[in-house]
């Protein structure tokens, strides 16, 4: 019986004593850790909830402490229960039997393994404009959600991974531009220089950069060609012309480069729906029939939004920041982003009635392929996965897009309200800064001011970024030369890829353990240290209990022969009661959180508690390494089960860096 399963049996029990004891209707049962192991494993305070309950329900005073007697003795026949203490007024202190959980929770998993019946919910996430390369504030929001998809799987959820592409953007539109009015050349143009940049090992998405850069600072002064960023953008949305095909080229070929760079990072998806289709296929157009229908938009004949269909969102009526009316369709009769993020998050709920056509599109290293929409069914293929019909849909964007998204999830609820509000959640993220340090490391020139500064913004229409290839390049190189002051005789493509996980494990760490809506400032000091709250501590610690395991395996001995010969062991129960093992039980119990903490990091949307947790757990088995003597131990119950908590530590620690898309290093 796991925690978790131990957890539920006592509230189930507290709950059946507070309606038979009390006549009282018990529905959620808190319940905590105490700050101790000697104080027990798990304390309720259900007394005193239930004593103000009865007071209610009654005019009757009724004691806590007295209340806590009688639940306590209804959750102390339990034979997975070792004793209960009443503390305090009331508290009710529940000690395990330490020696049974240990027993039964030998070939225990750390995680839960995806369920075949699981409803599917859809997570969007990354959706960088394809318009140039990505840069940090892009890595953030893909790790958050890549995260987010490991955590919703090992809560048995069946998972789609979607990138939206938007191809028929104003972004796009600017690099258009640049291609086409300040270097003059045509589709053909652009492919021999494609191809060019190929040979000499430029990435296309590296270029793309440099040029939006211009193009954002030739509009300052060139009224003229920031007037044809209008001109292209309406030949791009249109489609079946030279301009359009240009765009697609130029859209395409940028997506390819930027999901090279996250499967740098592990973060790979299962379909890349394009704005493009959601227009030429006619989903805003039946989404706007429905919304007209029932009432949801209407139609401005005067005022300043005359001529546009709105949608009321009255919880912002008179505020500065938005308009208490969101305009979906402008006066010219051009849908806004909003209008066609609902007909978008129709189809993925499932409720639109219309489907894109679909074609594979890159195929991964490890072999998967990630699919992408297409409008044109000649290049449809005949058989393809099911995309979209979500029960739930998760759209990772920053912070900036929270009025939108609201927006989104009251258009679809107010369509479709079986489904409602909830069935569109908007995890929302701060943006991240670089330290000073790491913006001269990156090669940035900064004035005296500058470096003063706490964090140095970043602007992509400036040039002012860090790619996120530049990004991993230079952890990897700082990663290296740390690997190679330690293990200088190992050969040098271990030494790469032993460079590449820390440097990987750093960055996504950093970015998981601050909660969504802290502002990051990212510092590659700070990022690859070995010590305190960092991804290379806990890569370190999961190293440490892999030695362990390495060195039982050198002697001839076998953890699994070891385990299954403890519950044998006539001194079990005696050697984990002691007080000296109260660290022993502490390290077992935490490690066996795993499950629990996922689902709080699931229910709510915040994977900073997995990482907070991970780090936790290493830290508490360094100690733990370093208290005990684990292989001389001499003591053979005790050995056995140092052993066995400490493979347990090491499971679950290295499930738990999985889970966060970090990979456990050979050695380090």
Avoid at 138 to 150: A, E, K, Q
Avoid at 323 to 336: E, Y
Avoid at 562 to 575: P, R, S, V
Avoid at 628 to 651: F, S
């Amino acid at each position: 019986m796991t925690l978790l399963e131990l957890q539920s049996a006592l509230r189930n029990a507290i709950r059946d004593a507070a309606a038979e004891e009390f006549g009282i209707s018990l529905d959620n049962i808190a319940a905590e850790i105490p700050p101790k192991t000697e104080l027990g494993d798990l304390a309720f305070p259900a007394a005193f909830e239930l004593a103000k309950l009865v007071k209610q329900a009654t005019g009757e005073k009724q004691n806590p402490r007295a209340i806590a007697e009688k639940l306590k003795a209804r959750i102390e026949k339990f034979e997975f229960i070792d004793r209960v203490e009443i503390a305090g007024p009331g508290y009710l202190n529940v000690f395990y039997d330490r020696a049974r959980f240990l027993v039964e929770n030998l070939d225990s998993t750390p995680i839960v393994a995806p369920s075949g019946a699981a409803a599917k919910v859809c997570v969007e996430h990354t959706s960088v404009n394809p318009n140039k390369a990505a840069h940090i504030g892009h890595v953030r929001n893909s790790v958050l959600g890549d995260t987010f998809v490991r955590i919703l799987k090992a809560n048995g959820k069946a998972v789609e991974v979607q990138n939206y592409i938007d191809n028929t953007g104003v972004q796009v539109a600017d690099v258009v531009v640049g291609f086409m009015f300040i270097e003059n050349i045509n589709l053909d143009g652009i492919k021999a220089l494609d191809k060019q940049l190929s040979d000499r090992g430029v990435s296309f998405d590296y270029y793309c950069w440099d040029l939006y850069a211009r193009v954002g600072q030739a509009y300052q002064s060139d009224e003229e060609l920031k007037a044809k960023r209008a001109e292209v953008l309406h030949l791009i949305e249109a489609g079946d012309n030279p301009t359009a095909e240009l765009a697609d080229y130029v859209a395409t070929r940028n997506v390819e480069c930027i999901l090279k760079t996250m499967e740098r990072f592990g973060i790979r998806y299962d379909l890349l729906p394009r704005e493009s289709e959601i227009l030429h296929l006619h989903f805003w157009d039946k989404a706007f029939e429905q919304m007209k229908q029932l009432g949801v938009v209407h139609f401005e004949s005067e005022g300043k939004n005359a001529g546009c269909w709105v949608m009321p969102f009255e919880e912002h009526a008179g505020t500065d920041e938005h308009d208490s009316d969101k305009i979906l369709v402008r006066s010219n009769g051009t849908v806004t982003y909003t209008g066609k993020d609902i007909a978008y998050q129709m189809w993925k709920l499932g409720i639109l009635g219309l489907d894109f056509h679909y074609r594979p599109f890159y195929t991964y290293s490890n072999g998967k392929e990630v699919w992408i929409t297409t409008a044109d069914s000649s290049q449809a293929a005949a058989e393809f996965p099911e995309f979209g019909h979500g029960e739930t849909v998760y759209n990772v964007i920053d912070s900036r897009q929270s009025y939108p998204q609201e927006i989104v999830k009251k258009g679809v609820a107010a369509i479709y309200p079986e489904r409602g509000e909830k069935a569109s959640v908007h995890l929302s993220y701060e943006m991240v800064a670089l330290s000073p340090a790491a913006a001269e490391e990156l090669g940035f020139e900064l004035s005296d001011e500058d470096k003063k500064r706490t964090f140095i913004e970043m602007s992509g229409r400036k040039g002012l970024g860090v790619k996120a290839d530049d990004l991993i390049d230079r952890l990897e190189a700082n990663a290296f030369a740390e690997v190679e002051s330690r293990h200088p005789d190992i050969s040098e493509e271990e030494k790469k890829h032993i460079a590449h996980q820390i440097a990987v494990g750093a960055l996504r760490y950093f970015l998981l353990k601050f909660t969504r809506t802290t502002v990051i400032v990212f510092d590659f000091k700070e990022a690859l240290s070995f010590d305190g709250e960092t991804g290379c501590f806990c890569q370190y610690s999961a190293v440490r209990a892999n030695s362990i395991f390495r060195k039982l395996a050198e002697r001839s001995e076998d953890i699994a022969t070891i385990k299954a010969g403890i519950k044998g062991l006539d001194k079990l129960g005696e050697t984990l009661s002691s007080t000296e093992a109260n660290d022993i039980w502490a390290m077992l119990t935490l490690a066996s959180r795993l499950e629990e903490t996922l689902q709080q990091a699931a229910n709510a949307n915040e994977p900073a508690i997995l990482a907070k947790y991970t780090f936790n757990l290493a830290k508490a088995f360094n100690l733990f390494y370093h208290n005990h003597k684990i292989l001389p131990e001499p003591d053979e119950t005790k050995r056995a089960v140092l052993l066995t908590v400490a493979e347990c530590a090491r499971d679950t620690l290295t499930a738990a860096l999985a889970t966060m898309g970090i990979e456990v290093p050979e050695k380090m």
